[in-house]
């Protein structure tokens, strides 16, 4: 079972919730009075109040006639870092004046977790996400977002693309705010999978493909498998001495990195599919 947030139309002003089971139809949840996607995700029992809801009569409309929005409120975005091998490798051959801080943080207890997007700034499946116009070296960062209620609990699991400018990141560690947290550098959506296991979750793919005129000019796979922590570890120390009276979204890291000779440039698309949720497809612009 799948959420996300939508409009029917360019005129239509207002977010609706949606269901969908079958990929190709969306229920529209706000026609059994469903108003927002945080008093759903707060519940005890989600699964079973979406059964329920299911059994209502409610308008059934085709996918391809909406218009997605990202399926954020107003949950801040956060992201951890380092949390695959290849994660770790990829920044430690970028920046050899820090490279010992991320060959630390991939075997210490506490991770990395970083600040990553205000809800608002959020950029929805098809909107553009941004490179710097002060970067050289600009890639793609598709991840698993863990989807979390106020008490820190992982009630479902969306797609991110945290955007990273290699370069900035690369000079010194502390420009990590500016490599990552700048206008459209954060994506997520189209869909919150709701009711899957860590367990069930760990044996999903992450594919990216970036293209370029139409054709591909990079494709990398990983698995969520590999990421070195625990789902609620990662949960528990964002919630530590913090609190998401929201909830909160959290990107868990990348495992697929682009060769050292690659970046984005404008008007590339950055398509990227996780198989138990879906796909997050944006085009590249400078921003
Ligand atoms: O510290 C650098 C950022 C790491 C990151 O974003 C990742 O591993 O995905
Ligand atoms: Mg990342």
């Known amino acids: 079972m799948k959420l996300c947030r939508f409009k029917t139309g360019p005129a239509c002003h207002h977010a609706r919730i949606g269901l969908t089971t079958d990929d190709a139809t969306v229920l529209d949840l706000s026609a059994a009075g469903v108003k927002s996607l945080t008093a759903l995700l707060e519940?005890?029992?989600?699964?079973?109040?979406l059964q329920a809801l299911m059994t209502l009569p409610m308008p059934r409309l085709p996918l391809a006639e909406v218009t997605l929005l990202a399926p954020v409120e107003q949950q801040e975005v956060w992201a951890a870092g380092v949390t695959y091998l290849r994660s770790k490798k990829a920044r430690m051959d970028e920046s050899e004046f820090s490279a010992s801080a991320y060959d630390r943080v991939y075997d210490a207890e506490r991770?990395?977790?970083?600040?990553?997007?205000?809800?608002?700034?959020?950029?929805?499946?098809?909107?553009?996400?941004?490179?710097?116009?002060?970067?050289?070296?600009?890639?793609?960062?598709?991840?698993?977002?863990?989807?979390?209620?106020?008490?820190g609990k992982v009630v479902g699991h969306t797609i991110?693309?945290?955007?990273?400018?290699?370069?900035?990141?690369?000079?010194?560690?502390?420009?990590?705010?500016?490599?990552k947290t700048y206008l459209k550098?954060?994506?997520?959506g189209p869909f919150i999978t709701v009711g899957a296991s860590e367990a069930e979750a760990r044996g999903w793919t992450i594919g990216v493909e970036i293209l370029r005129g139409g054709q591909a000019v990079f494709?990398?796979?990983?698995?969520?498998?590999q990421i070195k922590r625990t789902f609620d570890s990662l949960a528990e120390f964002l919630f530590r001495s913090q609190s998401f009276p929201h909830g909160a979204v959290l990107l868990t890291g990348t495992g697929v990195v682009p060769p050292d000779n690659f970046t984005l440039a404008a008007?590339?698309?950055?398509?990227?599919?996780?198989s138990g949720i879906g796909t997050l497809e944006n085009p590249v612009a400078v921003v």
């Open 185 to 188: 550098s954060c994506a997520v």
């Open 43 to 49: 519940g005890d029992n989600l699964v079973a109040v």
């Open 219 to 225: 494709s990398g796979e990983t698995s969520v498998g």
């Open 267 to 274: 008007g590339d698309r950055v398509r990227i599919r996780i």
């Open 111 to 151: 991770p990395e977790i970083f600040f990553k997007s205000l809800p608002e700034k959020v950029v929805a499946t098809g909107g553009d996400v941004g490179i710097r116009k002060d970067a050289k070296w600009n890639v793609p960062e598709p991840e698993l977002a863990l989807v979390c209620n106020s008490r």
């Open 160 to 179: 991110g693309n945290d955007m990273s400018s290699r370069d900035i990141e690369g000079e010194n560690l502390l420009y990590l705010p500016q490599a």
